[in-house]
């Protein structure tokens, strides 16, 4: 692989978010590497287990810059632990690291994953830029397909989402990515807080559908989380652009 003082690494570069990311900062003029589990056929893409490290050597040959987007529910911080070695190992001068706001405040299994995944980052003795942004209009649609699937939709009480393009993220990242190292950055949410049911009722009108809707509650400290806003960013954060129902507006019936 050719080295480039302003080569970019871009983990994940394949899903919802790397594929805007990876665009813009090529449009950007910058080379951009992108790393994937199953790679690609161009000599722009590798491919690498972040779970072993397999193959990470090679691929940070000659980046200055990492990117890291890839995560699963579950594992996050195994991953990024050999990220960061490796990513020091073969002197990167900036590692991007997008999270999810709550992270530090939802006593979820997968949360706690992303927590320590930004504590590997912090800690890595690297320079280094973590974005915590909220659930993407793309996830938060996959759940109330779901949901609208059953015959009753059930509404958690006082779940409330701030649903964000991920157009909205990768603008945002690839700002980040080009600039300076910021440490913890202001979070991105959308532009507006919905309740479960506003979301499920707006999906459901647009696909010309109805589905009764049924109050149940979350238990336990995860409940008590949600029911305090703990996974919302309520003010200092920024915002993006695009709301939930201009995006439904944009999906295929």
Do not use: C
């Not at 449009?27 to 490290?53: C, F, I, Y």
């Not at 659930?135 to 779940?159: C, I, N, R, W, Y």
């Not at 202001?186 to 049924?214: F, I, K, N, S, T």
């Amino acid at each position: 692989m050719t080295s480039s003082t302003s080569a970019v690494l871009v983990t994940g570069g394949t899903g919802t978010l790397g594929r805007h990311v990876v665009p813009l900062l090529r449009e950007a003029g910058r080379e951009v590497r992108v790393l994937s589990r199953t790679g690609g056929d161009g000599p722009d893409q590798v491919s690498v287990d972040l779970r072993t490290g397999t193959g990470l050597d090679t691929a940070l040959d000659g980046i200055d810059t990492v990117l890291h987007l890839a995560g699963g529910p579950k594992g996050d911080d195994i991953a990024t632990g050999n990220l960061v070695s490796a990513a020091r190992a073969a002197g990167v001068r900036h590692l991007v690291y997008i999270s999810v706001i709550g992270a530090d405040r939802v006593p979820l299994a997968w949360l706690r994953s992303k927590l320590a995944a930004e504590q590997a980052v912090t800690e890595s003795g690297l320079p280094w830029t973590t974005l915590r942004a909220a659930q993407f209009h793309e996830l938060t649609l996959k759940m109330v397909q779901s949901m609208a699937k059953l015959p009753v939709f059930p509404v958690p009480g006082g779940l409330r989402l701030q649903p964000v393009d991920s157009r909205d993220v990768a603008a945002r990242l690839t700002d980040l990515t080009l600039g300076t190292p910021a440490g913890l950055v202001p979070d991105l949410a959308g532009p507006r807080v919905y309740g479960l049911g506003e979301l499920g009722r707006g999906y459901l009108q647009a696909r010309g559908r109805r589905r009764p809707m049924l109050p149940v509650r979350i238990p336990g400290k995860a409940g008590r989380a949600y029911r305090a806003g703990d996974n919302l960013t309520l003010t200092g954060a920024d915002t993006g652009k695009r709301t939930w129902e201009e995006f439904l507006d944009q999906q295929p019936v």
